[in-house]
T-cell receptor
Framework: AQSVTQLDSQVPVFEEAPVELRCNYS??????LFWYVQYPNQGLQLLLK??????LVESINGFEAEFNKSQTSFHLRKPSVHISDTAEYFC????????????FGKGTKLSVKP | DSGVTQTPKHLITATGQRVTLRCSPR?????VYWYQQSLDQGLQFLIQ???????AKGNILERFSAQQFPDLHSELNLSSLELGDSALYFC?????????????FGSGTRLTVV
């Protein structure tokens, strides 16, 4: 069965510092990979996704993630964070070509301090 | 507003009771997914419907059931409620089956069982 491991439950960081949120998955087949963000008292919003092609994917607000098949990882990075990036970030995986379903990691709470 | 509407936003009920959570998917979306988010378990996939038919089941208890109606809205029924059922329940929708098409999440229903 698929599973997703987010290695850090909480990541505190100062504003304008770089950050990396780690995600590893286990699957015996090809996968789609996703990062979702959840702001306080809101639902999940898609941040970025890897479906195929270039292993480096970017979001409109400066985040990027790189799919590494050999390491089964999909780490999320941002070179300089803002206070407004404070949120919980979820990594998720779905089997390639399957009809379901997103399997989520337990989330990483990013706390950006001034 | 994501386009996925969940009602009610908050629900407080007693143990042993039964509640119904409602989800209206984004216009044009045929698939509905239900997830439970709790502090200890994280985001757990419960069940998926596509155009009125159940298509996949995850970690859904026998006390829980769901359906998708001809107008594509979905209801999640939780019965014989226990304290441990207290959680955020999210609904998501997609135009077709599968994560490839992208999930849009509602803002959730927070259930508190007392």
């Amino acid at each position: 069965a698929q599973s997703v491991t987010q290695l850090d439950s909480q990541v505190p960081v100062f504003e304008e510092a770089p950050v990396e949120l780690r995600c590893n998955y286990s699957s015996s087949v090809s996968v789609y990979l996703f990062w979702y963000v959840q702001y306080p008292n809101q639902g999940l919003q898609l941040l970025l996704k890897y479906l195929s092609g270039s292993t480096l994917v970017e979001s409109i607000n400066g985040f990027e993630a790189e799919f590494n098949k050999s390491q089964t990882s999909f780490h999320l990075r941002k070179p300089s964070v803002h206070i407004s990036d404070t949120a919980e970030y979820f990594c998720a995986v779905s089997d390639w070509g399957s009809q379901g379903n997103l399997i989520f990691g337990k989330g990483t709470k990013l706390s950006v301090k001034p | 507003d994501s386009g996925v509407t969940q009602t009610p936003k908050h629900l407080i009920t007693a143990t042993g009771q039964r509640v119904t959570l409602r989800c209206s998917p984004r216009s044009g979306d045929l698939s509905v997914y239900w997830y439970q988010q709790s502090l200890d378990q994280g985001l757990q996939f419960l069940i998926q419907y596509y155009n009125g038919e159940e298509r996949a089941k995850g970690n859904i208890l026998e006390r829980f059931s769901a359906q998708q109606f001809p107008d594509l809205h979905s209801e999640l029924n939780l019965s014989s409620l226990e304290l441990g059922d207290s959680a955020l329940y999210f609904c998501a929708s997609s135009v077709e089956q599968g994560a490839f098409y992208g999930y849009t999440f509602g803002s959730g229903t927070r259930l508190t069982v007392v």
